[in-house]
């Protein structure tokens, strides 16, 4: 079942907003915090990406998944329409800690960049670059309950940022 009740996911955020707007690319605002569907994460930090690749970002809030429940990051509408794409990326039970979120920027078509104007698009030998502003809305959670509980317990717990993958 979806769990949307903003009593309960106040519990489970932080910090918390209450539906909002702020900062987005190009001039352009986004929505954060408590959504119908479940509750719009903010990026924490700028992200600078190149036309045709990814880059990992990091929530400004904190999530800590109860055993009981579970979600998952989509993307926004908004970053959509720009050609940027966010991952699906799973929030286990009782995971603690910041969200990874990987993101990529397709310009939606060919020579989309040279109409830009404005401080947001960053001159650049090569590619172009798309600045995403920190405290944009990023993602939207959306929870789910389960029918059993179950505990995270991987090297992740409790991040803070986007920790390398170690090679085994």
Same mark, same amino acid.
């Given at each position: ?38 509750? &719009? ?36 509408? =908004? ?6 794409? =966010?991952?699906?990326?799973?929030? &286990? ?6 969200? =990874? ?7 939606? $078509?060919?020579? $989309? ?44 717990? &409790?991040?803070?940022?986007? &920790? ?5």
């Amino acid at each position: 079942m979806i769990e949307n009740r903003p009593e309960i996911l106040r519990q489970w955020i932080t910090p918390w907003s209450d539906k909002a707007h702020g900062p987005g690319p190009m001039g352009l605002s986004t929505s954060h915090g408590m959504s119908e569907p479940g509750y &719009d994460i903010r990026l924490g930090h700028e992200v600078i990406i190149r036309a045709g690749y990814s880059v990992l970002g990091i929530s400004l809030e904190t999530v800590a998944m109860p055993e009981t429940h579970k979600a998952e990051v989509g993307g926004k509408s =908004t970053l959509a329409r720009l050609g940027v794409s =966010t991952y699906t990326t799973a929030i &286990d039970p009782g995971f603690r800690g910041r969200i =990874t979120i990987e993101m990529t920027w397709a310009p939606p $078509w060919p020579g $989309w960049w040279r109409w830009v104007v404005g401080a947001l698009m960053r001159p650049f030998t090569g590619p172009p670059c798309l600045v995403i502003p920190a405290g944009t809305g990023i993602g939207t959670l959306c929870f789910a309950s389960l029918a059993r509980s179950s505990k995270y317990a991987g090297k992740y717990q &409790d991040s803070m940022g986007a &920790d390398p993958v170690e090679a085994r």
